[in-house]
């Protein structure tokens, strides 16, 4: 299976994240916003990994005392788009 998936997220600086699922793998990972190093470097990391995996890496994880944060979002947009 094959998606493109553009996700709006809520409650962080990033205003758009977009991917690629092929047969369940990430790829093309990329935030509209928020911090580019270390959003890019994300991208970088996960090209290629197992999209449940990483969704179940990334959940949880807060940025500056939000009940979020980018990689957060990014976990719930491949939970909402599985």
């Known amino acids: 299976m094959n998606k493109h ?5 809520e409650g962080v ?5 977009e991917f690629d699922l092929e047969d369940g793998k ?3 990972v990329h935030f509209t916003g928020g911090c ?3 959003l890019a470097a994300i991208g970088k990391l996960i ?8 969704a179940g890496i990334l959940k949880g994880n807060l940025c ?6 980018c990689a957060d979002q ?4 491949i939970e909402e788009n599985k």
């Not at 990014?74 to 947009?77: E, F, G, I, N």
């Open 74 to 77: 990014l976990a719930k947009a």
């Open 64 to 69: 500056r005392g939000k009940n979020t944060s």
């Open 5 to 9: 998936v553009e996700y709006n997220p």
């Open 36 to 38: 580019p190093g270390n």
């Open 26 to 28: 990430l790829h093309n």
């Open 47 to 54: 090209e290629g990994q197992e999209a449940e995996k990483i």
């Open 13 to 17: 600086c990033a205003r758009k994240i």
